[in-house]
């Protein structure tokens, strides 16, 4: 799922080396897609003009008081659920209390001892724990500023300030950079589904912080680990995460001692850098947020949530693997990558003849179709239909057309859409029987190959090659391969 | 002032309404009537218990509401719509918000026009106002000493005459201790009765709006204009039942419980200082209420002595987070010419802020930090819970349970500033019930000797009721009953 | 007894500036709080729930529907310094 991915990237090493083993964790920040902030009526938006979305509360007046929003309780359990966590029996919140001119009091209003959701997975990496807080604003950086005495200046806008945030926090079960993007994208796929948040890393509805550390091989204990925050792209992430694991392998192949701290990758230089500030350790002062009863999770709640969820990608691919017979792999990429699952049942919706054969149809689209389109291009946006394609696999199923011909039929599809049938007769692609002509170039084939025909009453089976070959270049591929070697041991009499 | 103005100025609110409606008097009349007082004498000039008076009648107030016409004084820690509203602190001076307090705003719909904002104390820390950025408010009946606090100006402004009611705010005892050293009438509702969005936060487990009025029955039609649901304070309720107009005039059958530490000698009470003064009046209040039909029982507190120090940890640990707010960014005050982020925090806070608020947010930010919070805040936390279940208890047993609302009456200015917990002190009767959550009067019961206020006249002396959750009505009725039968004249307290 | 160093980290924790001559008597009066509060220490406390909130009923929760916001030049009327249409802070990273 994941080749020629460890090539790119600043700073990128093939791997930490030296028998050493990374552990890394995920802490994602997902925006959740309601329509109003997470403790006021503010509209959630995006690219507005400053500070044109706040009120009262998501300003912070003296007086203000929040009030927790319905459908964020409602998708934070719909989350929940799709990851199998233990739902708490209420939602308390508590009060994260530090100072920063984007934090409008002086606290965050998260969860602390008692989060929403506790426990769970997804594929597999566990789920530690899932819970609910408000965003904070945006600072812009201004530069200097006559206003502000000495110092460089930012202006806070409030807008995003607020806005409904869920933290997922996974267990350290993920070992590669590789391995951590694909299940993020996996995740992304998981909340798209789920239709709790748009998922969007560019408008920063999805924020990924990692925990990063290395470990001998097989050792079970954890190596001190570092904290590597916002990557907001699936390219830095990766990129972020190797940069880190070269980092520490260096210090340790160096024979130093990594130091726990939070970091910052810079995916520019690919530079990595401490982000502890002069300032001392953080002392949150967690405590319950005195403002915000704690709410009952009932029944009626936990029923509404799930009623509203969709088919997700892990139980998809279960279903693709168990109805359609398709290998565990082949099921995965195809419900991790949605749009290609949708595909293939659309493809075997159709009623094409001859109809195709499941995990032929499967191999077809994630092989030669993605092969054919540009990077992460949903194939249903090309011109080749899924009847279309579903009829091309018929053909080749029904060795009415050879695999070779499929390809370059496929290609004309790729250019130009159309209906296999009709490119097959143009381009005259058809399967040569088996019967009259085929055998005759067969024939013409052993007489120009004498020494391979040879070799092979001899028992050399390799030397069928160079006969198959010619009688490929006669036919241009429309021959069937089986066929061939069939026809060639029966002349050959062996 | 003219005998019909000196007659309207003895008015009650409900008289007013009376009054007004009888057409004896309009409202446009009544406000400028008690907006000219309150210019003249609610100044640094006279009491100081304004921190802003009404330049003119507001406009937008029904005239028909049942409040029509009487008009209304309110701590200056409630937010009111592009009126000064500034929590008694530098850091919010001239601050004026974009949105009016529920609280308010519900009375105001009633028909009671905005007068005033009364001075208290910073952030309602405080029980004397002498914590004011604004100086302290004076006492009524004797200037050289506090009205109370911290919604001591709300206090002194009623019982001086120049406003015929006010809101207050009571967190420890913010409501009953003022109303009690100035003769009046405050009420602290149950916990979640009214709304508390917009009232300026000092600690949000325990803050709770309620009226100072001349007596029982303006208390009682205060509130019933202020309770109930809001959508904007998720820990509001809705109040079971209609707030009734108080008609007691017996108390056959009630049964007062008094702590037992008010009956026996106490090293807890003599911390407090009961001044015997206070204790003659509370105690002729107790056998006024015998003769009235109730049955004075012995009730036991268990934790009651450990109330104060649990609140003097919950109350400063909210209000350390509740005031972090205050930053300098987004309004109020910022400190000039500041060098950097940390320089602006710091500066800002550091000027901004007044010594006792500075005191309480250090104390809790102390009791939340790490390696702390069990010790200090979750103890509390627990001792609460203890608190809360002896009332219970002695609820099972009495229908009400009555104490000194203060250990002593109205003390000197700069009497107590030097020394916080002789200051805390003050809240010895009002904190429990606080921290129950449960609602509490405190009634005027008569004028101790102790006080020596100017020609020996004495000092008033509060008398508080406290009942379970919700008997909001049941407490009101047993108050008008003794308010009755002890006849308290407050009237030479009027400026 | 509260030490001075304490004092300052939790001024500092509390973006509180303390002069000089705060210091001390700060230290003293918190100190003899304190003093006053510990006696909560010798209770015992065993098994009991904390309360956070005395009413006990759970809390009201809002529909996600739209509320009207304040116009911007509202919002930003009462601050100290703005610009662009936002407050102005010094840069955190200055
Ligand atoms: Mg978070
Ligand atoms: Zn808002």
């Known amino acids: 799922m994941s080749d020629g991915a460890a090539s790119n990237g600043a700073g990128a090493t093939a791997g930490p080396g030296a028998g050493l083993e990374p552990v890394i964790g995920l802490e994602i920040h997902v925006q959740l897609a309601t329509a109003t902030k997470m403790f006021c009526g503010c509209e959630v938006s995006f690219g507005d003009p400053p500070n044109t979305h706040t009120c009262a509360v998501c300003l912070g007046l003296p007086g203000a008081l929040p009030v927790a929003n319905a459908r964020a309780i409602h998708y934070g359990l719909m989350i929940g659920l799709a990851m199998g966590s233990k739902l708490a029996p209420r939602s308390v919140f508590h009060r994260k209390n530090y100072f920063y001119p984007d934090l409008p009091k002086g606290y965050q209003i998260s969860q602390y001892d008692e989060p929403l959701c506790l426990g769970g997975r997804l594929a597999d990496v566990r789920i530690h724990r899932v819970h609910l807080e408000d965003d904070a604003a945006k600072l812009i950086h201004v530069g200097s500023s006559g206003r502000i005495h000495g110092s460089d200046a930012s202006v806070v806008d409030f807008n995003r300030g607020g806005t409904p945030l869920a933290e997922i926090v996974t267990e350290p079960d993920l070992r590669s950079p590789e391995q951590a993007s694909e299940w993020l994208k996996l995740l992304r796929t998981t909340l798209r589904q789920l239709g709790v948040s748009d998922v969007n890393m560019e408008e920063g509805s999805l924020r990924c912080d990692a925990n990063i550390s290395l470990r001998p091989a097989g050792s079970e204990q954890l190596g001190v680990k570092t904290e590597l925050k916002n990557m907001n792209s699936f390219r830095f992430i990766e990129r972020g995460i190797r940069a880190e694991i070269a980092r520490q392998a260096k210090i340790m192949a160096d024979g130093g001692q990594v130091v726990q701290e939070t970091l910052h990758f810079d995916p520019e230089s690919g530079a990595i850098s401490s982000m502890r500030s002069k300032e001392e350790a953080h002392d949150y002062r967690y405590f319950p947020e005195p403002d915000l009863l704690p709410v009952a999770i009932d029944e009626a709640m936990i029923t509404a949530a799930a009623a509203d969820m969709t088919e997700l990608p892990a139980q998809r691919a279960q279903r693709l693997e168990r109805e359609l017979g398709l290998s565990a792999d082949s099921a995965r990429l195809l419900a991790f990558r949605g749009e290609l699952g949708d595909y293939l049942e659309a493809a075997l919706a159709s009623d094409a003849d001859p109809p195709p054969e499941a995990r032929q149809l499967a191999n077809w689209i994630t092989v030669e179709l993605v092969a054919r389109l540009p990077d992460g291009e949903d194939p249903a946006a090309s011109r080749v239909s899924p009847p279309a394609l579903a009829t091309l696999v018929g053909l080749v199923g029904a060795k009415r057309v050879s695999a070779g011909a499929a390809r370059q039929v496929l290609d004309r599809l790729v250019e130009q859409g159309g209906d296999p049938h009709e490119i097959v007769e143009a381009e005259g692609l058809a399967a040569i029987a088996a019967d009259g002509e085929l055998a005759e170039i067969v024939a013409a084939a052993l007489a120009a190959n004498a020494d391979a025909a040879e070799r092979m009453r001899e028992g050399n089976e390799k030397a069928i090659g160079p006969i198959v070959g010619h009688v490929m270049r006669e036919t241009k591929g429309r021959a069937d391969g089986g066929e061939v070697a069939r026809l060639v041991r029966e002349q050959l009499g062996i | 002032m003219s005998a019909s103005a000196t007659d309207l100025l003895e008015l009650s609110g409900a008289g007013a309404i009376e009054a007004a409606s009888a057409g004896s008097v309009t409202a446009p009349e009544l406000f400028d009537l008690y907006r000219e007082r309150a210019v003249e004498h609610g100044g640094p000039d006279g009491l100081n218990c304004f921190t802003w008076v009404a330049p003119e009648a507001p406009e937008g107030v029904p005239v028909d509401g049942p409040l029509s016409g009487v008009p209304l004084a309110a701590k200056d820690l409630f937010c009111t719509r592009d009126v000064p509203s500034q929590a008694g602190s530098r850091i919010l001076e001239g601050y004026r918000p974009p949105y009016t307090a529920t609280a308010v705003s519900r009375l105001i719909d009633a028909g009671a026009p905005l007068l005033a904002k009364t001075n208290q104390d910073e952030f309602a820390m405080g029980s004397s106002t002498e914590n004011s950025a604004f100086g302290p408010a004076l006492n009524p009946w004797d200037r050289t000493r506090v009205p109370g606090g911290s919604s001591g100006g709300s206090a002194a402004a009623v019982a001086g005459g120049l406003a015929p009611w006010a809101l207050g705010t009571d967190t420890g005892g913010s409501i009953r201790q003022p109303a009690a050293l100035c003769g009046i009438v405050g009420l602290k509702p149950t916990y979640g009765a009214v709304s508390r969005y917009g009232m300026i936060a000092f600690a949000s487990s325990l803050d709770q709006a309620g009226p100072l009025t001349r007596d029982v029955t303006d208390a009682a039609t205060m509130l019933a204009h202020m309770v109930g649901q809001d959508p904007c304070d998720a820990t509001s309720l809705a109040f079971p039942e209609q707030i009734a107009m108080p008609r007691a005039e017996k108390l056959d059958g009630v049964r007062l419980g008094v702590p037992a530490e008010l009956l026996h000698p106490s090293a807890e009470l003599d911390a407090a200082a009961l001044q015997p003064g206070v204790r003659d009046a509370f105690d002729a209040t107790l056998a006024l209420a015998e003769r009235l039909g109730a049955e004075v029982e012995e009730v036991h507190l268990r934790h009651a002595e450990h109330a104060l120090a649990a609140y003097y940890l919950i109350a400063p640990s909210e209000a350390s987070s509740n005031l972090a707010r205050f930053d300098g960014v987004r309004y109020g005050m910022r400190a000039p010419d500041v060098d950097d982020l940390l320089d602006m925090y710091t500066r800002t806070r550091h000027d901004g802020f007044g010594a006792e608020v500075k005191r309480r947010i250090m104390l809790g930010t102390y009791a939340l930090s790490a390696g702390y919070y069990e010790a200090y805040y979750g103890r509390a936390q627990r001792v609460r819970t203890k608190i809360a279940e002896d009332f219970r208890q002695a609820f099972a047993g009495v229908d009400f349970i009555v104490t000194p609302t203060s250990a002593g009456v109205a003390f000197a200015l700069g009497e107590k500033t030097a020394d916080p917990w002789a200051m805390y002190l003050n809240d010895y009767f009002t904190v429990p019930m606080s921290l129950a959550g449960i609602p509490a009067l405190s009634l005027p019961c008569g004028l101790s000797g102790d006080g020596d206020g100017p020609g020996g006249a004495g000092l008033p002396v509060g008398f508080q009721i406290a009942g379970p959750a919700f008997s909001e009505n049941r407490l009101l009725d047993a108050a008008f009953a003794l308010e009755q039968a002890i006849g308290f004249d407050g009237s030479s307290a009027r400026v | ?94």
């Open chain 3, 1 to 94: 007894m509260i030490e001075r160093d304490e004092v300052l980290h939790v001024a500092r924790l509390a973006r509180l500036g303390l002069d000089e001559d705060e210091v001390e008597p700060l230290a003293a009066e918190l100190s003899s709080v304190l003093d006053h509060i510990a006696k909560i220490g010798e209770l015992d406390l065993e098994g009991v729930t904390p309360t956070t909130h005395v009413v006990d009923v759970t809390g009201a929760l809002r529909a996600d529907e739209p509320r009207p916001c304040l116009p911007r030049e509202v919002a930003l009327s009462q601050a100290p310094a703005a610009k662009d249409g936002g407050f102005l802070v010094p840069s955190p990273q200055a």
